[in-house]
């Protein structure tokens, strides 16, 4: 027997706990969809991950970060940085600023300092209009460090807002700087540019396709000429962009869409002016920003870990896509004093060497518009 | 104490006192009822918002009012499992305009076939110069502005031949607060796109302001703030609109993609982020028939995209419109929405 006053209060509370109890546990089992991701330096890769050479230059909500044995360093705070690229002697870094209405291209030490600032993007003060403000994107150097190559908004006419590559000295001014390319107009234009040691530069094109649909499409190009019209490497139904040079100089490896909402990994031999056939290297991925590692062991790429998901970093051995070629068995050496038999000659079967991509990192979401670096 | 007397202190006490089984019963069912209640409480605001959101009864703005059709409980035109024909509406809800007198900046004609898993997504140029179903004739993008969901669905309706079934109105903000809910979209953006004048009406307090965006291109993901100004920029498309269509749909693909992971406990905080900023003919119990049927279409290049590009239509129109090729676009349109 239980009095009814304990029995009162013992259900009262029980209801309150099971009621709350309920909504809270109804509120745990959300989706983790809408979860940030979180911050590189809060959650290297994990233990027993894939540890990359060298050192890995990436951008996330606006800060750099190092990735190097294994762990994050924040280089920069959250406030716009992006597309690092690293000086061919790997002495420093290149990076770009966005702002609201323009962005800047800085050169930083490989620890995030700010060394100098290369362009200057912003309207003037008595400037009302916000046309009078520039973008800089995808900024690269030559071979000798002296000419900054970029993608630059001029010239614009109105609403008609392109990018175009240009070229300008280390150290100069916009005015001194030189046209490279004529983008084709509404389209975005010229980005990606990747000067090249003979002195031609690899972009990336935007144009209208073929019609019915004249969709928008992407094309890797070359020009050997400041103000030339180039020529494209890649067809108007690869839908290609996101060009890398490999490390020997003698491979390309890209994205490319078909003109759809998908992204496959491509690679292509590559002589300095002309592209060989593409080798689809992972198709069942949403690929971002194929990376060469400096030794040639593999590329890195940015693909979500799940479908929909933050961008996370992923490396594929370079067996994927060039497999070892078999070596094949010794035949037998008669020694003297043996028969051998005659028999059929044996099959010899070499199973294909599947090498899957390496999840690197979970739970970021690095930013996939944005290159990346990497350095021995 | 004797017989028929006043009960005794400890009779009384005795009386306050239940047994054990019922006891327990008693926790059992106080335990159940709180649980439930606690689980009402946790899907009350979402089912608010989906009260308030779906089943709106639309009619039309005419000198004659005609009730077009209402939600359930009277009969629906679908029929279980039939195909049917949805329009979506999107506007920029800002306050250039009163509520509710907003243009229609996206209008998609959705055809669905489930028996066959076919989706058929045909955008509407938002300034086709057509008689509007309230009278005169204009943008087709104002049609929803004088008359409402019904002025835009009769205008659809008369102009295309077509049968709506039923419309989905969405504001932008409430596409930002959807996808940013949802944790962001992963899309390829196409190209570069690059706006020196893209409208900074929202959230801003100066409807008429603008800014520079920059959307970089290629895989990504998307954000709501990016992904609309993905899809809303149009200045620097040679397309115009007919481009701003096509990345609409793809984001519309991308969305329903992402939506496939939403567990029901996500809903209340769904429906936090569409209040006010969406609306629906579609009655509550249909929408949940259709969430299984949506849930299964997992094949993103199969949806059929059409924009109508010229030669369906041609620029030079009254104040800048678009003027349709009839003889063109009605074979096209019987085609996929029979």
């Not at chain 2, 949805?86 to 959705?110: C, E, N, P, R």
């Amino acid at each position: 027997m239980i009095s009814r006053f304990l029995l009162a209060a013992g259900l009262a509370v029980l209801m309150v706990i099971s009621g709350f109890g309920s909504y809270l546990y109804l509120g745990t089992r959300q989706s983790k969809l809408a979860t940030p991701p979180q911050k590189p330096i809060a959650a290297s890769p994990r233990a027993q991950a894939y540890v990359l050479p060298g050192t890995l230059y990436l951008a996330q909500s606006g800060a750099l970060y190092s990735l190097s044995a294994g762990r994050f360093h924040q280089l920069t705070p959250e406030d716009g940085w992006m597309q690092p690229y690293l000086y061919p002697d790997g002495s420093s870094l290149l990076a770009v600023k966005r702002s609201g209405y323009h962005s800047d291209v800085f050169s930083l030490s490989r620890f995030g300092a700010v060394q100098a600032q290369l362009t200057n993007n912003a309207a003037g003060p008595r400037s009302y209009d916000t046309a009078d403000n520039h973008w800089s994107f995808y900024p690269r150097l030559t071979p000798d460090m002296r000419t900054l190559f970029m993608s630059y908004d001029e010239p614009k006419y109105g609403f008609d807002v392109n990018m175009s590559v240009w070229s300008m000295p280390v150290g100069g001014n916009i005015r001194q700087a030189r046209l490279w390319t004529y983008s084709n107009d509404y389209t975005g234009g010229d980005v990606e540019p990747i000067p090249l040691s003979n002195g031609a530069v690899l972009y990336t094109k935007y144009d209208y396709g073929d019609p019915p649909d004249n969709k928008l499409i992407a094309q890797l190009w070359i020009t050997t000429r400041a103000g030339t019209y180039g020529r494209a490497l890649t067809s108007i139904n690869d839908d290609c962009l996101e060009p890398a040079l490999s490390p020997n100089g003698r491979e390309l490896a890209m994205i490319c869409t078909h003109e759809k909402q998908i992204s496959h990994l491509v690679i292509a031999p590559f002589d300095g002016a002309n592209i060989g056939p593409l080798q689809e290297v992972i198709t069942d991925q949403l690929v971002a920003q194929p990376t060469w590692a400096p030794d040639g062991s593999g590329i890195a790429y940015l693909a979500p870990a799940e479908a929909n998901g933050p961008f996370q970093l992923w490396f594929l051995r370079k067996d994927a896509y060039h497999p070892p070629v078999p070596t094949p068995m010794p035949s037998p050496t008669p020694t003297p004093g043996t028969h051998l038999e005659r028999s059929p000659r044996p099959v010899l079967y070499y199973p294909p060497v599947v090498v899957k991509p390496i999840q690197v990192t979970s739970f970021l979401g690095f930013d996939a518009s944005s290159p990346l670096a990497w350095s021995n | 104490m004797p017989l028929g007397g006043q009960p005794g202190r400890r009779a009384r006490a005795s009386r306050r006192r239940l047994k054990l089984s019922r006891s327990l019963v008693l926790a059992v069912l106080a335990v159940a009822l709180s649980s439930a209640a606690g689980g009402l409480a946790y899907f009350i605001p979402a089912a608010a918002t989906a009260i308030q959101a779906t089943g709106q009864i639309v009619s039309v703005a005419s000198p004659t009012p005609t009730i077009l059709f209402t939600p359930s409980p009277s009969p629906s035109p679908v029929t279980q499992g039939g195909p049917f024909t949805v329009l979506l509406l999107g506007s920029d809800d800002d306050s250039k305009f009163s509520s509710d007198h907003v243009l229609t900046q996206s209008m998609i004609l959705v055809r669905v076939v489930p028996a066959t898993k076919q989706v058929t997504m045909l955008s509407i140029p938002r300034d086709l110069w057509v008689p509007l179903s309230v009278g005169g004739t204009g943008k087709i993008d104002g049609a929803y502005s004088y008359g409402g969901a019904g002025a835009a669905i009769a205008t659809v309706a008369r102009n295309f031949g077509v049968h709506v079934d039923d419309y989905v109105w969405v504001g932008l903000l409430g596409l930002i607060k959807v996808i940013d809910a949802i944790g962001g979209i992963d899309m390829v953006t196409t190209n570069p796109v690059m706006d020196d004048y893209y409208p900074q009406d929202i959230n801003s307090g100066d409807p008429y302001g603008y800014q520079r965006i920059a959307v970089m291109a290629g895989p990504q993901h998307l954000d709501g703030t990016h992904a609309l100004q993905y899809v809303r920029s149009r200045h620097n498309d040679l397309q115009s609109d007919f481009g701003r269509s096509r990345r609409q749909q793809q984001v519309l693909i991308a969305i329903r993609q992402k939506a496939k992971r939403v567990a029901p406990a996500d809903l209340p905080n769904l429906a936090a982020a569409i209040a006010g900023e969406l609306k629906t003919s579609i009655g509550l119990d249909r929408v949940a028939e259709l969430l299984p049927l949506a849930a299964s279409f997992d094949n993103p290049d199969a949806i059929q995209q059409i924009v109508l590009l010229p030669p369906y239509t041609h620029g030079g129109g009254p104040g800048g419109s678009v003027t349709a090729n009839w003889s063109l676009i009605l074979p096209l349109v019987h085609q996929y929405f029979p």
